[in-house]
């Protein structure tokens, strides 16, 4: 046998589980797998043999690996190392005995180090107790007391070096965290937000006729599509064992009516017709043709899309629709509800009937009207006697731009060519709070009143109840009482919503935008205007103007 491959010293045996032969050209472990149960020996077994030799510049790290695995094969860790001082065996190999007894008792002596493992056992940090006279541990300490805390990974070489050197609180071990996986997206291909834009030419001229009202798709189209999520990565702690990741959440395909999923994630429409988004579904709503008028010949309609009137909505008869409208003719006293509603003739309300659009309202006259809109009201001649409410700006604009009497409400604007005329007719104009939110915020506060009071007499009468034994009563009694009992819990629900209902648009109410009236030509005596709730009746004729808010003060400005 090669001389450098003889062992000089040798221990372990098969039966130990670990044999460590130190031979001319180094150091070789070999690490049996043992079928017994229980363990033989530990990670920290090993290092305390090898410091015995003086070996140091050992990899901690592969040194660990090989205990895991048990190959039974010798694998070299280590080029240097020296005999204890009372070895007695052969000395024939190409090592040295570098201290003798003497010399080992007047070793230096060194300070404390700890090990302080941070609660996610992601971090190890070296901690030092040195008094005086004594010196700051040396890179095999440290590694030591790693070992003690069974840290096998992400152990920083170049970090200990520096600890032994400094005595300083150092970062000497990192995990690697876990990289959690993404959420699932959807990524819409279309914009509903060019919905109800009028069309504005290069003279800054505003089409009232060409809305952009509508938001069509076609048979085949691509509507969405999801980006699936990903699980992440596992990391690995200080102690060699993976940490889990977070994975993403995932997301379903929002495909609604008259649509297709295509290649798991790609939503398509499966007819001509108006995308309708209610955020958890994409849906494709048929259109509904009415050659002639709504009336006798048709009845009330109710339809799940939108619909097209070839002529006009007559007295008394109902029109909704999910989608949007567009009348040809006249809305004539009826009621008619739907997204988007643009009427090309206009609205005689006869006081009676009512016009409720979800986003935008455009006709072409209003008069004795009753017309609510959550977006902008666009009317294009004139605006007589009716109560018109806006959640954005309402407009009267185009050939005469007149608003004559009644009461009109808008969150941000309302402008007119002119308002009121020369008999002084009462016109009111309110802007700077939305109308929908307000009318919203009645309806809660009269069903949040309404419950409240309606809960403190039913727990006022359980409260007396309670003292009365419900098993000594008839059946029907006894079953009323408890019926009493238990509609407390959906009233105090519907009382707690309620309320947080309230709280959310007494908010809304509070983000009052900058409200203003402009009149391009005359505004009347006889105008009462409440700008972001501060009052104003007009005493003389102001031409040319825009009112505003400022220091509480209605102000004129320029148009």
Do not use: W
């Amino acid at each position: 046998m090669d001389e450098e491959k003889k062992s000089v010293s040798e221990v372990g045996s098969k039966d130990s589980g670990y044999l460590v032969e130190f031979r001319g050209d180094g150091v070789y472990l070999t690490v049996f797998d043992s079928q017994e149960p229980g363990i033989k020996f530990e990670l920290s077994d090993m290092r305390l043999i090898l410091k015995e030799y003086s070996v140091e510049d050992y990899d901690l790290e592969l040194l660990a690996r090989l205990v895991r695995e048990a190959s039974g094969i010798p694998t070299k860790i280590s080029e240097k190392f020296t005999l204890p001082a009372n070895f007695s065996g052969s000395k024939n190999a190409n090592v040295s005995i570098e201290m003798t007894a003497e010399e080992l008792a007047e070793k230096q002596v060194y300070g404390k180090v700890f090990i302080d493992v941070s609660r996610d056992k992601m971090e190890a940090l070296a901690r030092f107790e040195i008094k005086e006279n004594e010196s700051i541990p040396t890179v095999e300490m440290i590694k030591e007391a790693l070992a003690q805390k069974n840290i096998v990974y992400g152990i920083d070489e170049e970090a200990i070096k520096e600890a032994a050197e400094s005595g300083k609180l150092t970062k000497v071990a990192v995990g690697t965290p876990p990289e959690n996986g993404l959420d699932a997206k959807i990524i819409r291909k279309f914009d509903l937000g060019i919905k109800g834009r009028p069309v504005i030419d290069e003279h800054d001229r505003v089409h009232y006729k060409d809305l952009n009202i509508f938001c069509l798709a076609k048979k085949g189209q691509l509507l969405a599509e999801r980006i699936p999520h990903t699980t992440g990565t596992p990391g690995t702690n200080l102690h060699g064992a993976q940490v889990r990741q977070k994975p993403g959440k995932p997301k379903p395909v929002p495909a609604g009516k008259n649509t297709s999923i295509k290649d798991e994630n790609l939503i398509v429409s499966d007819i001509d017709g108006q995308i309708v988004d209610t955020g958890s579904k994409i849906s494709v709503d048929p259109h509904l043709d009415i050659q002639g008028d709504v009336g006798m010949a048709t009845g009330n309609i109710d339809f799940v899309g939108s619909v097209t009137v070839g002529g006009s909505v007559q007295q008394g008869f109902v029109l909704k629709a999910t989608g949007d409208i567009e009348i040809n003719g006249m809305i004539s006293g009826a009621d008619v509800s739907g997204r988007n509603i643009y009427v090309k003739g206009g609205v005689q309300g006869m006081n009676r009937g009512a016009i409720r659009a979800e986003d935008d309202f455009q006709a072409t006259f209003a008069e004795n009207a009753d017309i609510e809109a959550g977006g902008n009201v666009i009317i294009t001649d004139v605006a007589m006697h009716s109560t018109i409410r806006a959640g954005h700006t309402l407009a009267v604009e185009g050939r005469r731009g007149l608003i004559n009497g009644g009461f009109l409400a808008a969150g941000e604007e309302i402008r007119a060519n002119t308002i009121g005329n020369s008999m002084n007719v009462a016109t009111r104009l309110t802007v700077g709070v939305n109308p929908m939110i307000q009318k919203r915020y009645q309806q809660v506060l009269k069903e949040y009143n309404d419950a409240k009071k309606r809960l403190e007499q039913v727990t006022k009468m359980v409260n007396t109840l309670g003292k009365i034994d419900i098993s000594q009563m008839p059946e029907d009694k006894a079953e009323r009482i408890n019926a009493l009992i238990r509609s407390q819990f959906p009233l105090a629900g519907l009382v707690e919503r309620s309320e947080k209902t309230l709280k959310e648009l007494d908010v809304e109410l509070q983000k009052m935008k900058r409200g203003r009236i402009r009149v391009k030509d005359t505004m009347f005596p006889g105008v009462r205007m409440s700008i972001n709730s501060i009052l104003k009746n007009v005493q003389v004729e102001e031409n040319h103007c825009t009112q505003y808010v400022e220091d509480d003060f209605i102000k004129i400005g320029a148009y």
